[in-house]
């Protein structure tokens, strides 16, 4: 099975500045139709998860440009270039490259 | 508009069985798979396991395996997560998600139901 390690745990960004959270996979997440299904996802305080990127970087509809998702192999790395009030809440990774799919344990934005 | 809808709320004793619904609509239910994630309370997101309402396909989480059952009925686009006897620790909240569009998966989620165990 697949574990999927975030870093940090905890991330206090002030407002304005830019914000990175890592992703490490166990194993590669090629999958054998080629693509590799790491899937970023954001989660609000008291709302259900928003997915922002799928396949590393492709950015889903209505997420802001200010986030970016990059990687490839086993390490994968979100960012925020000017971190927003909006922005706070809890950051998973997930793969979908096989089952049983798995999640990071999610890393807190918050504001300084 | 591609919508999952949950059921509500629940609140059960231990022992006590349940089955808690995932409705979709807007796309057509039976072409995606659906996942089904669990939130502790104050927790992250775990994978419990996924259904393709086309043939009913499951694969669950071996954390899972033998503890739910997922189910679907085509004819209502309803997905369902059921536990014959129920825990204490399955207190938490239960997140549906499925459909692809534009080369993404797991686009739209449910908004979620909070089951409570308690006696």
């Known amino acids: 099975d697949i574990v999927m390690t975030q870093t940090p745990l905890s991330s206090p960004v002030t407002l304005g500045q830019p914000a990175s959270i890592s992703c490490r996979s166990s194993q590669g997440l090629v999958h054998s139709d080629g693509n590799t299904y790491l899937n970023w996802l954001q989660q609000r305080p008291g709302q259900p998860p928003r997915l922002l990127f799928y396949k590393i970087s492709n950015r889903f509809s209505g997420v802001p440009d200010r986030f970016s998702g990059s990687g490839a192999g086993t390490d994968f790395t979100l960012k925020i270039s000017r971190v927003e009030a909006e922005d706070v809440g809890v950051y998973y990774c997930m793969q979908t490259t096989q089952f049983p799919y798995s999640f990071g344990q999610g890393t807190k934005l918050e504001i300084k | 508009e591609v919508q999952l809808v949950q059921s509500g709320a629940e609140v059960k004793k231990p022992g006590e069985s349940l089955k808690i619904s995932c409705k979709g609509s807007g796309y057509i239910f039976t072409n995606y798979w659906i996942a089904w994630v669990r939130q502790m309370p104050g927790k992250g997101l775990e994978w419990m396991g996924n259904i393709f309402p086309g043939d009913s396909d499951t694969r669950y989480s071996p954390s899972f395996q033998g503890q739910v059952t997922l189910s679907a009925d085509k004819s209502i686009s309803t997905a369902y997560l059921q536990w014959s006897s129920l825990k204490a620790s399955d207190t938490a909240i239960y997140y549906c998600?499925?459909?692809?569009?534009?080369?993404?998966?797991?686009?739209?989620w449910g908004q979620g139901t909070l089951v409570t165990v308690s006696s």
């Open positions: 998600a499925s459909y692809c569009s534009g080369g993404s998966c797991y686009n739209t």
